[in-house]
């Protein structure tokens, strides 16, 4: 079983940044794939941004491409996702995920994801 934890959400200002982090459990997180998505309610769950276990490949949704950076530390079994520029529609609850399969690919569909944090709410007001 993998544990993820996500940190770092909050209230921020339209064009502030914050860094949200994914802890994880697992021995093995270096041969995971991660990804991070949003939510809001009522909605589904929408792909933001994913890399492979090396960091090398990664992948953005069109909407934060340009303004959000993911990246991991292997070491410390950590992945974030710093978003900058940040605007009022970038509000949701924001989950990191480890894949487990296709540990060199970075993929934006959330059913090949294996395991899912508890979500860290992020508000960005105008």
């Known amino acids: 079983q993998v544990q993820l934890v996500e940190s770092g959400g909050g209230l921020v200002q339209a064009g502030d940044s914050l860094r949200l982090s994914c802890g994880a459990s697992?021995?093995?997180?270096?041969?995971?794939?991660m990804g991070w998505f949003r939510q809001l309610p009522g909605k589904e769950r929408e792909f933001v941004a994913a890399l492979n276990w090396n960091g090398r490949n990664t992948l953005y949704a069109d909407s934060v491409k340009g303004r959000f950076t993911i990246s991991r530390d292997n070491a410390k079994k950590m992945v974030y996702l710093q978003m900058n520029s940040l605007k009022p529609e970038d509000t949701a609850v924001y989950y990191c995920?480890?894949?487990?399969?296709?540990?060199?690919?970075?993929?934006?569909?959330?059913?090949?994801?294996?395991?899912w944090g508890q979500g860290t709410q992020v508000t960005v007001s105008s």
């Open positions: 697992a021995r093995t997180f270096s041969s995971f794939a």
């Open positions: 995920a480890a894949e487990i399969d296709f540990w060199d690919q970075a993929t934006s569909t959330p059913t090949l994801y294996d395991y």
